[in-house]
Structure formats: C-alpha cells, structure tokens
C-alpha cells in the first residue's frame, strides 16, 4: 500500500527545523535567513562531492530537506575545483547571490562558523559514518568544514 504524501506534516517540519536551525545559528527569528544560508551552504557542498555522495546523504534527509537539496541540482554538470575554505566560501556565497552580504559579511569569518554549524546541526539527521565519508572525500583543504568533534 502507497503512503499519501502529507504537504503539511513536511511544511511544519520544515518550519520547525528553520526556527530550530536560526536560534543553532544565532540569528534570532530571521528564518528566511536561515534558510538562504542553510540552502547555499547545502548546495555550495553538493557541488563538491560525488553524485553517489550526495545520493547517499540526501537519503539520510528528512523530506524538505531533500527538496530543497535537489532544486536547480544538474547532476551532469562538471564540478567545481574547491580545494579550500576561501573557495567554498566563495561558492556559498554566489550561490546566496544579492542576500550573500547580509548573511555573510564580507569577512569569510561567519560564513566559517556557519558552516561548522550546519555540519554540526545536520548530525540530527545525517549519521557520522556518512560524514565521515564525505569528509574522507573532500579536498585536503576542506576536511575541517565536517568536525568529527562531538558536541551537538
């Protein structure tokens, strides 16, 4: 028997994430800014890592997630070659166009401690060996972005 697809039950957990998610971020109860940084630190990732990767994080999301990690997605597309964090900064913030420097400054300092705290955050939902594995596949230069650290 086929589940019925519930728009509601994904619209609250995804509400619910993003409250959860802004106050992880400390950015008080701007969800549309949490979203923006959640989505392009998200997609600035997916076009670093394998294909394969990506399917296999993707099937460790909760729904909305997923959605939001496969729009505009073009799989056949060549990947970029970042290799560091100033690089992948640059790439999460192209990917935030006109919002980047609302969201991020111009200094890459917050755009880092974000990115360790999506990574940080998304432990509720993707397990460690699967951020292992896509640290283990990152350029030298970019392993730090997963911390292996415990704390949540």
Request: proline share 2%; glycine share 6%; charged share 30%.
């Amino acid at each position: 028997m086929m589940m019925a697809l519930d728009f509601n039950q994904y619209a609250t957990e995804g509400n619910t994430f993003l409250k959860d998610y802004a106050k992880h971020l400390e950015v008080g109860q701007d969800l549309d800014k949490a979203g923006r940084i959640c989505i392009s630190i998200l997609h600035a990732l997916r076009e670093i890592i394998s294909v394969e990767e990506s399917m296999q994080f993707m099937a460790q999301l909760p729904m909305f997630l997923k959605a939001a990690y496969v729009n505009g997605w073009n799989p056949k597309k060549r990947k970029e070659r970042v290799k560091n964090m100033e690089k992948f900064v640059e790439l999460i913030k192209e990917f935030d166009g006109k919002s980047a420097i609302n969201d991020f400054g111009y200094e890459n300092d917050l755009a880092e401690r974000y990115i360790y705290q999506t990574f940080i955050y998304l432990r509720k939902y993707v397990s460690m060996g699967e951020l292992e594995d896509i640290r283990d596949g990152l350029p030298k230069g970019l392993k730090g972005i997963v911390s292996m650290k415990i704390t949540v």
